[in-house]
């Protein structure tokens, strides 16, 4: 919290406190941040004894909690009150976990109670507990509908079992109606005609259609059906009640799913709408629209009638009345055939039926809330259970209330939504058990240790990152901006816009902007004089960072385009765990796939393959089998394919392919040969397919698709690319997506909609069917795991490409598609020595029992460690390495294979040994070779060792998690620029596009990477296309000429955390084909200096400068002192 | 062995007994549908056993067993009995084998083979035109799916009217065609 903010909360407190200690013995509502931590004087039954103090650590005194928020002197209690006992299970999680941070609460209601003995005690009776950790409004409707459904799938992370078809048609039809209501609302409230209105539904509709078509796939409609004719016939309640609600354009302004979060209660939220009217006291009106889905939906004790969105809407008008937002009047609208009906929150069967009086400060309606918000808490962290096995499965052995979690009964929904909750379709809940299910009694108890130990350690770190990111909407209206700005690079601050077209704005300001966010970034547009969150803030992606300006695409249309705004990143909060899914559903399988079942199991009875991922089996060596039609691949390729034919089911094959290797080529062939021979063994509709290709990245994926398709044209009819097409994909890979395929958005937008869409769209459905029938090779990120594409299906091979940068639980996705009891072939292919993983930020993992060894996880290792290396260690007999290398020439590819693959990488052919830049810009028709790049040998270190310009501005950013200290070295900017300008200048006016195509500049740091590109432009504008870019989003790519800025020069020899890890180094030096220049402080790198955990890397980095050195004794590189450079000479 | 033994191997295998898909097509090449239209199968279409009832060797194995045993499950087409048709081409390579290429031969998309090598890849991709073309025509379709589209090429190679090449990824007409596959039968 930021000094001001933490002063005035403490004050409030302190003036709170006072008024408590000297009240009268009647309970007050207030509404202050305060910390607790247990008393010395300890708790007994029925009381919580707690120490309070301010935000600041001021101490304000003992205070205490007793069960049904009993106090001296009550008159009455409120039975079954979720607060103590709740509380209780708090503190006690927070000892056993060993936190010494206080708790911090958000008091709602106290008493200074007189005692029978004349002395006064301060009773807290309501509160929101930890609300820096943020739920959304749709977690806290699943907490009212079924708190363990929550702990189910939120803190286990229970899945949908992906091999069951699961139809998705109603999602999308609701998305479409809203997708239309948006945007008929705000041509309507713009002073749209109703035929402008009605077009601009359709449109919305159509957007969604063309956007959500693969879940369609999941049907198999002989005609439309309800779930295409809906989103149509929605068109005129929807126009009807436009036009009713905003008849003339009055100056009541809309907003439309904006982000809100109120950091006093702990949640965060979208309304579907916010409308605004004119006038200063005018009361603003929220809306939640329901489309459908009665599962979890109150129903009306009159009339019978269902009705969803209630608590949503009770937890979003809290949020706006926690910003002092009164008079607010909220409504849920069900869009209904033929009419839209408002239902007044007021009318609403939640607020009936338990009997809540919407008028400020109703306590029952705060209970509601508060009790959601933290049971939810407390279900999402896992508080109830931690880690206990016995606790694990035995949490809903009681009730779906959770064991334990006190609360009042009647605060919950009467039925539980088990239809759609996947913790009973998998066997997991025995409360929502479902027929035909094989349940999984005591899971965690009887699972094998070991494998338990497995997923527990993943899974801790991968909630501690989700905790991070549940805390980061607090983090950012607690921070003062100056510091988000300054010392984090998260904020950006006193942006004016420059222009707008659309939802896109242009923002800039004077000053420079020095910050860590940077494209597809999401991020939060806020007027500078609000906190971010607070309803006036609009959501966005960014596109673009410039010296001082930035370029955001927005959801939804700016309020002020004259206003002053600040952008904020905005973290993953509210992302689907997808890899604590694949985590757990690992566990579900290797256990549902045990052999027997009521009792322990013994690791050597799972699936085969979870022993061989367990390290209780050891990989088979790699088999063969003849290969025929190959002749493109090398014979490390052509070992790996046949090695990865011979596998059989139930088998592990590890591939590593350095840089330039041919992965992609590899798994081009593999996809080939295994569709070839599976080609007649599957039926249209059949669940069994031959291949699935999961990436850890859209670009990664791509690539394998564009290259099977390039390489094998014959296989494009059965090769889906899973998802739609994206912004910047290549036209042949979005040809591949089911899509693009059965020509969606040309059929959708040449028809009226209204007359045609759901024929059309039927019929673009059976086509897909068809398509998807056929399918026998499906290519996408491990994150699509679950998508419409692959419900259902199994695989006979799974291969994971960039597999050394997927986190384990990411790569477990991949065994999600294999068939019963893992027994498919799974081939993972990467490259441990580049760079691993990303995590949101730098975690400490827990300790492993030394009696886990065995799964080959130490000291060191962390989620950061891929499942590909962890591996490759625990079975580096099935690990097989490409080491004929297309891409480096001969000088290039030495020094990468000294320094990082101990010799063994070499050019695949001699023209690849041979290849050279001035061969290249012969062809480009240079004739001029005077330029310093251009007459090099093909490796060039300029050393600025001895160069006192040359040095480091000093890492700029601070803080947990944060890697990118942000250094710069002008000096080097400078040099590099340079030389590009140099030999650009000797370049022929027509070739210069193609230089600038194929020439790049890296260096680890953002900040070096603005300070190098506006180096080049000051040069030569004509430059500023060239690509510069940090290591991380080069990796993948490549160039004839690469220049690397090393950047770090300073007198303690910091390399910093990017350097430590020499793996980026790596990827950064193997980027060049013909020319590679390396500019920075030789020193720096090399100096012994007491720091252990950069031992590795100086080694590596002594290595490769000697290395230098005896290519420049033999002529293939060239060393030159950066102070002898005549820069600009030319 | 070749495909025709298999199919002899299946139809013995069989028997008197109930033919179920799930045990039998899994990894053997053959299509129960196609040996259904060659007349050598009889689907069950009702009163279909339960696996307990025939005795399915894979009992508590078979993920499909639940689908035979309770309500609600489409369970025709999916157990069948052997012909008499069947019976006695089990006994008669050569009866086999005239049915194989009388019902198959000439039937799209194996009519269109030629001496030259085609693509398996084609073949599949000409069934799937055929399928998405139905779609628009609300017409049947290919008539034939691509297991038994393989199995049909699988067999006819057998009975010596096509040949498989390059690794088994492509397929061309025997240039002295099925008289010599009729008439050189072991």
Redesign the interface.
């Known amino acids: 919290m930021s000094g001001a903010a933490r002063t005035s909360a403490s004050e409030r407190a302190r003036v709170v406190w006072e008024g408590l200690t000297n009240s009268d013995g009647r309970p007050e509502l207030i509404d202050v941040p305060i910390l607790v931590r247990p008393s010395p004087e300890g708790s007994r039954r029925g009381r919580i004894a707690l120490q309070a103090s301010a935000e600041d650590g001021g101490e304000l005194g003992r205070c205490y909690v007793f069960n049904d928020e009993w106090y001296p002197g009550c008159p009455s209690t409120v039975p079954f009150s979720h607060y103590a006992p709740t509380l209780a299970r708090v503190l006690t999680a927070h000892e056993r976990r060993g936190e010494t941070q206080p708790l911090r609460l958000q008091l709602l209601k106290a008493v200074g109670a007189m005692t029978p003995a004349g002395g006064r005690a301060t009773v807290l009776l309501k509160f929101i507990m930890a609300p820096e950790h943020t739920l959304t409004g749709t977690e806290i409707e699943q907490v009212y509908g079924c708190p363990l459904s929550v702990f189910y799938t939120r803190f286990v992370g229970v899945p949908w079992d992906p091999q069951r078809r699961r139809s998705a048609s109603a999602g999308v039809r609701g998305e479409a109606i809203h997708g239309g209501y948006r945007r008929a609302a705000a041509e309507q409230v713009g002073g749209g005609s109703p035929e402008q209105v009605r077009a601009a539904y359709l449109d919305g509709v159509r957007a969604v259609w063309i956007n959500r078509l693969p879940n369609y796939f999941l049907d198999r409609p002989a005609g439309p059906t309800v779930e295409h004719t809906r989103p149509v016939e929605a068109a005129g309640p929807v126009v009807d009640h436009c036009r009713r609600t905003w008849p003339e354009p009055d100056g009541t302004r809309v907003l439309q799913e904006r982000l809100f979060y109120a950091p006093t209660r702990g949640i965060s939220g979208r309304a579907d709408r916010i409308e605004v009217p004119p006038g200063e006291h005018a009361p603003w009106r929220l809306v939640e629209v329901k489309s459908g889905g009665s599962f979890g939906a109150e129903r009306d004790p009159l009339t019978g009638v269902r009705r969803p969105g209630g608590l949503q809407s009770l937890s979003y008008r809290e949020i706006l009345r926690s910003f002092g937002l009164e008079g607010l009047r909220a409504a849920v609208e069900q869009v209904g055939d033929r009419e839209i009906q408002a239902v007044p929150l007021e009318r609403h069967p939640i607020v009936a039926r338990l009997g809540l009086s919407l008028e400020a400060g109703d306590e029952r309606a705060i209970d509601l809330i508060a009790q959601a918000r933290n049971v939810g808490y407390c279900a999402v962290s896992g508080l109830y259970s931690g880690y206990d096995r016995y606790l694990l499965d035995t949490a809903g052995d009681i009730s779906r209330y959770l064991r334990g979690t006190g609360g009042d009964y009647d605060l919950y929904a009467r039925l539980p939504p088990c239809q759609i909750c996947p913790a009973g379709h998998r066997g997991v809940c025995s409360r929502g058990a479902r027929s035909g299910v094989t349940p999984l009694d005591n899971l965690f108890r009887y699972a094998p240790s070991r494998l338990y130990a497995y997923w527990a350690w993943f899974h801790r770190q991968l909630k501690a990152e989700e905790s991070a990111e549940r805390r980061w909407l607090h983090h950012l209206v607690s921070t003062p901006s100056g510091l988000l700005e300054g010392q984090e690079g998260v904020s950006v601050g006193e942006l004016a816009v420059r222009e707008t077209t659309g939802y896109e704005v242009r923002l800039g300001r004077d000053r420079r902007i020095e910050t860590r966010i940077r494209e597809d970034d999401r991020v939060l547009l806020t007027p500078v004089d609000r906190l971010p969150g607070q309803v006036v803030s609009i959501e966005g992606t960014v596109t673009g960072v410039g010296e001082r300006e930035v370029r955001v695409r927005l959801n939804d249309g700016l309020d002020d385009p004259r206003g002053c705004y600040r952008l904020d990143l905005l973290g993953a909060f509210e992302m689907r765990p997808w890899q604590l899914e694949g985590l757990t559903d690992f566990l579900l399988n290797a256990v549902g796939g045990a052999t027997v079942r009521g009792r322990q199991l013994a690791i050597e009875e799972l699936p085969h393959l979870a022993q061989v991922i367990l390290g209780a089996a050891s990989a088979a060596p790699p088999g063969s089998v003849p290969l025929h039609r190959a002749d493109d691949l090398n014979p490390p390729q052509c070992r790996a394919l046949a090695a990865a034919l011979a596998l059989s089911p139930g088998e592990l094959l590890l591939i590593q392919g350095p840089p330039g290797t041919g992965k992609t080529a590899l798994i081009a062939h593999l996809a080939h040969a295994v569709l070839g021979r599976h080609l007649f063994d599957y039926d249209g509709g059949a669940e069994r397919r031959p291949l699935l290709i999961l990436a850890n990245t859209h670009r990664a994926a791509n690539e394998v698709v564009r290259k099977v398709v390039e390489r094998y044209p014959e296989l494009r009819p059965f090769v889906v690319r899973v998802g739609v097409p994206r912004t910047g994909m290549e036209p042949e890979v979005a040809a591949q997506t089911l899509a693009a395929r059965v020509g969606a958005e040309q059929a959708l937008n040449a028809i009226d909609l209204a007359a045609d869409g759901p024929e059309t769209l039927a019929r673009l459905v059976r086509r897909g069917n068809r398509l998807h029938d056929h399918a026998g090779i499906f290519v996408g990120t491990l994150g699509a795991a679950d998508a419409a594409e692959l419900r259902g299906l199994a695989f006979e091979m799974v291969v994971v490409d960039e597999a050394g940068q997927a986190t384990e639980p990411a790569m477990l996705q991949a065994l999600r598609h294999l068939p019963p009891r893992l027994e498919g072939r799974l081939v993972l292919v990467g490259d441990h020595r580049q760079l691993p993983p990303v995590v949101s930020s730098e975690l400490a993992a827990p300790e492993l029992p030394a009696s886990h060894a065995a799964l080959g996880l130490g000291p060191g290792d962390s989620l950061r460690t891929s499942g590909f290396e962890r591996l490759a260690h625990l079975h580096p007999h099935a690990l097989l390495t490409l080491t004929d290398q297309y891409r480096m020439c001969g000088p290039i590819c030495e020094l990468v294979s000294d320094g990082f693959y101990d010799e063994t990488l070499r050019p695949a052919t001699p023209q690849v040994a041979e290849c050279r830049l001035n061969g290249w810009l012969f062809e480009a028709g240079v004739v001029d070779f005077e330029a310093l790049l251009a007459r090099s040998a093909p490796v060039l270190f300029v050393d600025t060792s001895r160069d006192p310009a040359a040095r480091d501005g000093g890492a700029r950013f601070h803080g947990p998690g944060i890697t990118d200290e942000a250094r710069d070295n002008p000096r080097e900017a400078a040099i590099v620029a340079a030389l590009v300008a140099d030999l650009m200048a000797a370049m022929p006016g027509g070739r210069r596009a193609a230089l600038i195509a194929e020439l790049g500049v890296i260096s680890p740091y953002r900040k070096q990477n603005n300070r190098i590109a506006q180096e080049l432009v000051r040069a030569d504008p004509g430059l500023s296309a060239v690509r510069v870019d940090t290591v991380d989003r080069f990796q993948g790519g490549e160039r004839e000429i690469v220049l690397v800025s090393l950047v770090n020069s300073n007198p303690s020899a910091a390399m910093g955390t990017l350097h430590a890890d020499w793996r980026r180094m790596n990827v950064a030096l193997s980027r060049a084909r013909r020319l590679l220049v390396i500019v920075g402080d030789r020193s720096n790198f090399t100096r012994e200096v007491d720091r252990a955990e950069e031992d590795e890397a100086r080694r590596r980095y002594r290595r490769l400068f000697n290395r230098i050195d005896a290519l420049e004794a033999r002529g293939d590189a060239v060393v030159i002192d950066s102070q002898t450079l005549a820069l600009g000479a030319r | 062995m070749d495909t025709l033994d298999a199919v002899q191997g299946l139809l013995h295998e069989i028997g008197p007994d109930v033919g179920c898909r799930h045990r039998f097509e899994p990894g053997s090449?053959l299509s129960f549908d196609l040996l259904a239209r060659l007349g050598l199968l009889r689907s069950i279409d009702r009163t279909v056993p339960a696996c307990v009832e025939h005795g399915c060797p894979l009992l508590g194995r078979c993920?499909w067993e639940?689908d035979f045993a309770g309500k609600g499950a489409r369970r025709s087409g999916r157990k069948f009995r052997v012909t008499d048709a069947g019976r006695a081409a089990a006994a008669d390579r050569r009866l086999l084998t005239r049915l194989v290429v009388d019902t198959l031969d000439g039937q799209p998309p194996v009519d269109a083979l030629g001496p030259e090598p085609r693509?398996?890849?084609?073949l599949?991709?000409d069934?799937?035109?055929a399928?998405?073309a139905?779609?628009?025509d609300r017409t049947k379709?290919a008539g034939m799916?691509?297991?038994e589209?393989?199995?049909a090429?699988?067999m006819l190679a057998a009975a010596g009217v096509v040949d498989f090449t390059?690794?088994?990824?492509e397929v061309r007409r025997c240039t002295d065609g099925a008289g010599a596959a009729l008439t050189d039968v072991r």
Do not use: M
């Open positions: 090449e993920a639940a693509s398996i890849f084609s599949a991709s069934l799937l035109e399928d998405v139905a779609v628009d379709g799916t691509r297991r589209l393989g199995a090429l699988r390059a690794d088994g990824l």
